[in-house]
Structures are given as structure tokens and as C-alpha cells.
């Protein structure tokens, strides 16, 4: 029911910024919350920030809370994330993923997933 496909990854250093976005297909977008995840080498994929259906919502871990912000525009069909202060660790690829309720930090309440985007952070 929902294609998602990301977008603005690529390489900055250490201490810059990037914007990510996540285009979503349908109409149905406004009935889903949104997260971003990622994946770096080697390791598994984790869980990085969710936003609930109308955007009134968002969630972080503690690691990330003042650096990433993610946001929604339900018109456009399309959720963001802002990344400032990006940091070496940060470097993973990113995936954005669509979820019908439940668990916003459990992976496996996520019903659809993008192809994700590559970020690298230089030290």
C-alpha cells in the first residue's frame, strides 16, 4: 500500500549537517506514523526517531536528542530528518519506515520500508 523512497544522504565532516527526506506513495500516508532507522557496518539495524500520524509526536533516543529532528508534511507526503552536529558514529545507512500503530521503537511494527540512503560522516 505505501512505497517509500529516501532521498539526501551522502558525504559531509565531521561537525555538518544533512536533511533527509523520505517521499511516501498513496493516500494514505497521513494514517501511518514514520521512523528512521539505521544500519551501520557490521553492526544491526537500530532504531533512530518517529513521528506519530499528525506530527504532534516524536520520539529520539537520548543519544540523538538535540541533533536529529524529525518532521512530517502530510500535504507532500513526505517525512524529514534534520541531522546537525553529524559525528563520525553517525555513519550508517538510513532508512525511513512505515508503521500502522504499536511500538515506535520495535522495528518489527514497521509494515514498510524505503531502500535506505548512504550517510558518511569524515572525521
Known amino acids: 500500500q505505501v512505497q517509500l523512497v529516501e532521498s539526501g544522504g551522502g558525504l559531509v565532516q565531521d561537525g555538518g549537517s544533512l536533511r533527509l527526506s523520505c517521499a511516501a506513495s498513496?493516500?494514505?500516508?497521513?494514517?501511518?506514523?514514520m521512523g528512521w532507522f539505521r544500519q551501520a557496518p557490521g553492526k544491526e539495524r537500530e532504531f533512530v526517531t518517529a513521528?506519530?500520524?499528525?506530527?504532534?509526536?516524536?520520539y529520539y533516543i537520548d543519544s540523538l536528542k538535540g541533533r536529529f529532528t524529525i518532521s512530517r508534511d502530510n500535504a507532500k507526503n513526505t517525512v524529514y530528518l534534520q541531522m546537525n552536529s553529524l559525528k563520525p558514529e553517525d555513519t550508517a545507512v538510513y532508512y525511513c519506515?512505515?508503521?500502522?500503530?504499536?511500538?515506535?521503537?520495535?522495528?518489527?511494527?514497521?509494515?514498510?520500508w524505503g531502500q535506505g540512503t548512504q550517510v558518511t560522516v569524515s572525521s
Open positions: 498513496g493516500r494514505t500516508f497521513s494514517s501511518y506514523a
Open positions: 519506515a512505515a508503521s500502522i500503530g504499536g511500538n515506535y521503537y520495535d522495528q518489527n511494527r514497521y509494515n514498510y
Open positions: 513521528i506519530s500520524l499528525s506530527g504532534a509526536y516524536t
